[in-house]
């Protein structure tokens, strides 16, 4: 149950970093949570006297931070982890689009489950999942994984993805894998019309996301662009993320992925793209000029060799960036707080070095960027007065980082932090590292278990 406006919520003396416009800290501090909303944020206790609170927390020895914001993953990969562990991306993806292409609805299901557990016991409080193989009979997918979000408790975007360039067509997909053009499009309006709710406050919401030039037809890029902004929402894709992407764009279309994708209508404030990798200064000036957004998966990049993205580069242009898993079947780990670690050494391994990212940038990439590239930072991804209370209490007082200096480097340069407790709109999704609504052993061996079924539909296992 959410809880109601009149009943409040207090945590107080914990260290609390806002990620607000100044960044601003406090040593010891308070929030004071009133419903789903943050009523107030500050130095020392709460103030005196405040009616209907059903729950005073202590966090002594706690880091309160804004909820983690996770732009980019495809939860039915849980069930693929581990394979193909030494190629690159067109490779890696040529090994496994045949065992993709044999899941059916329970298999999205318990997949979408162990992807969600894994990331919001971990501190994420809304989460992405783009969902592209949509294989005949499968049932429905889309359902699935909504339901399995909604269980969690965690704020949710569908990004219903598609495939129409089958290998016959000059693609990389199997034909088997892929739908037809019209049958992409009339899902993902049905998607839009069934689930999406346009709210600020809103748990659900669809974008419209074909998978990626590769996999995807000329026509059902211009034409997802078309609906998505009939329909007022969101597009997703991935771009720019390997050099082989870039090498088959030159090949097909003459020009690289940015130009390509800009001539099918899609760069925008409405846009966020994955990867982002294989960029050059005018395709950094294109995405800063139009507002496009960037969803930056460094452990992803680094398993599959696709290179780093030139995150320093993006920021001082100004293009929104966010943080974001990847799919499990390219970064086993599932965990976006270790996310923010990886975004800072990846890229001090680039041209900026030491300059390139500090704690508070890489923590500010894992909650305020990535609700800018959603489009919701006006409702998530601080803490502020009025804002929805997603928020995390970081336990920091443990051998793992009891003796660093700060809280927030703790955080971010230490091991993965534990999660004393989670809210999404003021509701407690995860409570001392475990969740609430969702038995997690269960999952684990559900998820076990639809891996084994899928392996052996797809005769390999
Ligand atoms: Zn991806």
Known sequence: MAPTAAQRLVIENCAIATVDARDTEYASGHVVVAGDT????????????????????????????????????????????????????????????????????????????????????????????????????????????????????????????SMDLGESDGGLPPDFAVESLDDALAATEAAVDTHHDPSPDAMTQIAVAPCSPFSVSTELLRRSA?????????????????????????????????????????????????????????????????????????????????????????????????????????????????????????????????????ARQALRLGTHGGATVLGRADRIGSLEPGKLADLVLWKMDTLAHASIADPVTALVFGAPAPVTLSLVGGRPVTEHGRLLHVDEDAVARATRDEARRLARRAGIG
């Open 226 to 358: 078309e609906l998505a902004r009939r329909k007022g929402v969101r597009l997703h894709t991935h771009g720019s993320e390997t050099v082989e992407e870039e090498k088959f764009c030159h090949e097909k279309f003459g020009m690289g992925p940015t130009d390509y994708l800009r001539s099918t209508g899609w760069l925008g404030d409405d846009v966020w793209m994955a990867h982002c990798v294989h960029m050059d200064d005018s395709d950094i000036a294109a995405f800063a000029r139009t507002g496009t957004g960037v969803a930056h998966c460094p452990s992803s990049n680094a398993r599959l060799a696709a290179g780093i993205a030139r995150v320093p580069d993006l920021l001082a242009a100004g293009v929104p960036v966010g943080l974001g898993v990847d799919g499990t079947a390219s970064n086993e780990s599932g965990e976006l707080h270790t996310e923010l670690r990886n975004a800072l050494l990846v890229n001090r391994l680039g041209p900026h070095r030491e300059r390139a990212l500090g």
């Open 38 to 161: 943050i009523e107030s944020v500050g130095p020392g206790p709460a103030p005196a006297g405040l009616a209907a609170v059903t729950r005073r927390i202590d966090g002594g020895g706690h880091l309160l931070t804004p909820g983690l914001v996770n732009t980019h993953h495809h939860f039915y990969q849980w069930l693929t982890r581990g394979m193909a562990t030494d190629r690159n991306l067109f490779d890696w993806l040529v090994a496994l689009y045949p065992v993709w292409g044999r899941i059916d609805e329970q298999m999205a299901y318990t997949a979408a489950q162990g992807s969600l557990a894994m990331m919001v016991r971990g501190g994420v409080t809304t989460a992405v999942d783009h969902h592209y193989v949509y294989p005949k009979d499968a049932g429905d997918l889309t359902g699935a994984i909504i339901r399995a979000a909604a269980g969690t408790g965690v704020r949710f975007t569908l990004a219903r993805g």
